[in-house]
């Protein structure tokens, strides 16, 4: 580190995600000495502006990462898989927010409020999770701490952001032919390189990523061993079903948990998460007061709501999350992830 700050590189600027992490840098005030913005050849030129100063775009190359000491990326899987490795080797330490290194055991997957500690074993590549399962594990973090978990069971209701800008234009597009009585045109959704798309715009899509042989999505695989993954437990029962719903920014998740020890009251798991990092509790349904998508939107935290138990089990509780999917499920967690490297002085 100079006086000044890290030599820092975003790898994928001109993207959404890419744009939320400028952002979230100015706003964190993150310490930057020098800057170095990414992407591909064909968005290179590009200029864009980060606290009143005028960067170029460059096309990301081995060469790039001379000099870098943190790169933030976030320009798709075949992207990180070809340049993150040279970033390393000169140097630099990765954040990947693509599901290229997620699962490789010799990589850390990483949610600050879960487990910060697994940066200490880092070989110069840190996977940034899916942005529903960070979401979803920072709220059962603080119960799996007090209760333990046996169970999750998880249906999301994602935005479009996740898919891309593309998928948000389609969003838009659709539903203004919908409202003006025309056809709906579908490329994008639910998979752009996929057989068939279909109409977001008034409609529920129950398919996010491609299907594997086991009737689960890529997305749906993705959450269940993630979790498994950052909660450090290989035998934990995980479900889920992920939903595309024509809502722009904030995914929202229904989940349902069972706990190893039972019979833990609902003001006693408010007063859990009410204490937890990165938790905010919504939940007063005498006032109609719960978590939703459209007032998360550029929101940090994690919002909590509707905890009830099970009718049927002691040990069982139901609860819905949500959270800005391109904030906490991306940039903001890839910023974090950064801070704590900081924090914990794994930075050279």
């Not at 000044?4 to 840098?25: D, E, S």
């Not at 390393?88 to 990483?110: H, Q, W, Y």
């Not at 978590?291 to 905890?307: L, Q, S």
């Amino acid at each position: 580190m100079s006086k000044n700050g890290y030599h820092v590189a975003i790898v994928g600027a001109t993207g959404a995600v890419g744009q939320q992490m400028l952002a979230t840098l100015e706003k964190r005030e993150f310490p930057i000495a020098n800057l170095k913005l990414l992407s591909s050849k064909r968005s290179a030129g590009k200029e864009i502006s980060y606290k009143g100063k005028v960067y170029t775009v460059e096309e990301a190359t081995p060469e790039s990462f001379e000099g870098v000491q943190i790169a933030l990326f976030s320009a798709g899987g075949s992207v990180s898989k070809a340049l993150a490795p040279e970033a390393v080797k000169r140097g630099a330490i990765v954040v990947d927010n693509t599901s290229a290194f997620r699962m490789d055991p010799t990589v850390p997957l990483v949610v600050p409020e879960v487990n910060a500690e697994d940066l200490t074993w880092n070989k110069g590549i840190i996977a940034n999770p899916n942005c529903s399962t960070i979401q979803m594990v920072v709220a059962l973090e603080p119960i799996r701490q007090k209760l333990g978990l046996k169970k999750v069971i998880v249906s999301t209701y994602q935005a479009v952001s996740g898919a891309g800008l593309e998928a948000i234009n389609e969003l838009k597009s659709q539903t203004a032919d919908v409202l003006a009585g025309k056809e709906a045109k579908a490329e994008i959704l639910p998979v752009g390189g996929d057989k068939k798309h279909y109409q977001i715009a008034f409609n529920a899509i129950p398919q996010i990523d491609v299907f594997q042989e086991n009737g689960y999505t890529f997305e749906e695989m993705k959450m269940m061993n993630e979790t498994k993954k950052i909660l450090h437990n290989a035998d934990l029962e995980v479900a889920a079903t992920c939903v595309r719903l024509p809502i722009e920014t904030g995914h929202s998740e229904s989940v349902y948990i069972e706990t190893e020890q039972g019979g833990t009251t609902v003001a006693e798991l408010k007063s859990l998460l009410t204490n937890a990092p990165g938790v905010t509790l919504q939940d007063d349904t005498t006032q109609q007061l719960y978590p939703m998508a459209a007032n998360c939107v550029g929101e940090d935290d994690v919002f909590v709501g509707r905890i009830r138990q099970d009718l049927d089990r002691t040990n069982g509780y139901h609860f819905w999350v949500v959270s800005d999917n391109l904030l906490k499920g991306a940039a903001l967690n890839s910023v974090q992830i950064a801070e704590s490297l900081i924090k914990q002085e794994l930075l050279s």
